[in-house]
């Protein structure tokens, strides 16, 4: 394994950022596979709050089977599949949760109507319950609008919770048209990142 001087996460920001500005909807949001209590699969489409270091921040509800999967077992890998600049990455690492304090001033940036539905998950039904229609979920966002109408004033749900994905292992998948791949590998080891180039 050779060692490049090269930096994965300036390549995967720069990817994102381009994508960001290409209205890329997948550049605001990743993919994340975790392993569940029965030890069966899931994976589902997070946002991303943020990438900083080798972390990339996550929120999520402690009501959330993710967050029960997250505590019970701390294997992951995160997808990050940006198609208007033809980029994939797969991420493997630690997980380290964030202190509440940090997830609270993130959450904070996050938009009017994910503040609104956070609230809701606390003030009216939890995360994943059943829901009578979609015109009562609808009708109680309302409510909320009426109840904190300046978005600085929506106070952090209790049940907010938020972790870092700390990336060990990095594959980076660069799509050519003609079907002819470039397939990177990035491993961290000894404080520095070392590059393979893989078999598409």
């Not at 972390?55 to 990050?80: D, G, I, T």
Request: glycine letters at 2%; hydrophobic letters at 35%; aromatic letters at 10%.
């Amino acid at each position: 394994m050779t060692s490049d001087c090269i930096d994965p996460i300036s390549e995967i920001v720069s990817s994102r950022q381009r994508a960001l500005s290409l209205n890329d909807v997948c550049a605001s949001v990743c993919s994340l596979a975790t392993v569940a209590v029965d030890n069966s699969a899931r994976t589902r489409v997070m946002n991303l709050n943020g990438i900083s270091g080798r972390s990339f921040e996550l929120h999520c509800s402690e009501q959330s089977s993710k967050w029960q999967e997250l505590l019970h077992n701390r294997a992951y890998e995160l997808l990050l599949w940006w198609p208007s600049v033809a980029r994939q990455y797969r991420i493997r690492g630690e997980l380290e949760m964030m202190p509440k304090s940090l997830v609270e001033q993130s959450w904070l940036r996050a938009p009017y109507l994910f503040k609104l539905l956070d609230r809701f998950y606390q003030e009216y039904q939890p995360l994943g319950s059943k829901l009578q229609n979609q015109q009562m979920l609808l009708s109680s966002i309302n409510h909320l609008k009426t109840k904190y109408p300046n978005e600085q004033e929506v106070p952090p749900p209790q049940h907010l919770r938020g972790f870092y994905c700390k990336a060990d292992l990095i594959e980076a998948l660069y799509i050519d048209n003609l079907r002819i791949h470039e397939r990177h590998c990035y491993s961290y080891t000894e404080n520095s990142w070392h590059h393979e180039l893989l078999v598409p």
